[in-house]
């Protein structure tokens, strides 16, 4: 088995989509509880917080600096420095009972971002393309929980989770034309739900799984090539990142653990770091 090394203990709630930011070297998460967004600097070890005015889903870092957030409150952006939000398109307005949820963008730099239904349940959450003109189209609905939003290395397929019906998807994905098509289940998940995930060189699905305290590399075909247990029941998401882009980081939640589960989980809600034996792709930006 792999080390595992807790690299921040920031206690979170439900600490959420981790992004490995190339040109800082640093890794950027949230709670999506707190609120919070915290920065991990590979290069001096040092972990930052910070507590945006709006409760986060997913972010994405925009192109120009600063961030996209998928709030409660809608999209828009977020200027640390500052703290300012501000307000883009609230795709839910006509569906108050919904949440923006994950988030990534594709390498054209849009940010593809799923809703879910507070209570989970019934299916009235969908898939949002949202474009760096701000535009914003509504790509698949009858959703109950939007997870696991991911693009193969060759801009060819795009993964989905619906963690409710415990099923990760695939589209086939037109990057040019920013569509997706033939929707098709990849990979049902037996113990637990399948959460955040990302993508590996060799085209490798890595999905987090929630409650089953592990994370799955499937191959291209759906077939289970590794598993590597947790010492946490609720890891959330994943990304790679580290100088070389081989180190494995996963997010971590503390929600709803009694004493004991505590006592006996001591990097629940904290950031992980792993060496998976597999190479990431660079995050892409947000254009807007």
Known sequence: MPAIVCM????DVLGEVPIWSVREQALYWIDAFKPGLHRYD?????VTSRTPPVKLGSFALRAGGGFLLASRSGLGTYDPSSG???LIHDPEADRPNNLLNDGRCDRRGRFWVGSMDR???QPSARLYRFDPDHSCRVMQDEIYLSN???FSPDDRTMYFADSHHKAIYRYDFDLDAGTIANRRVFATVEHGVPDGACVDTDGCLWSVQFHASRVVRYTPDG????????????PTACTFGGADLKT????TAGLRLTDAQRAAQPHA????AIDAGAQGLEEPLFGG
Do not use: H, W, Y
């Not at 077939?223 to 609720?234: A, F, G, K, S």
């Open 148 to 150: 696991g939003i991911a």
């Open 248 to 251: 494995l980081f996963v997010t």
């Open 223 to 234: 077939t289970i090539d590794r598993t590597i247990e947790l010492p946490v029941t609720q």
């Open 119 to 121: 209570m989970i349940q």
């Open 84 to 86: 300012r939000f501000d």
């Open 8 to 11: 921040a203990n920031t206690s």
């Open 269 to 272: 809600g904290g950031l992980l």
């Open 42 to 46: 590979a290069k001096t070890g040092a």
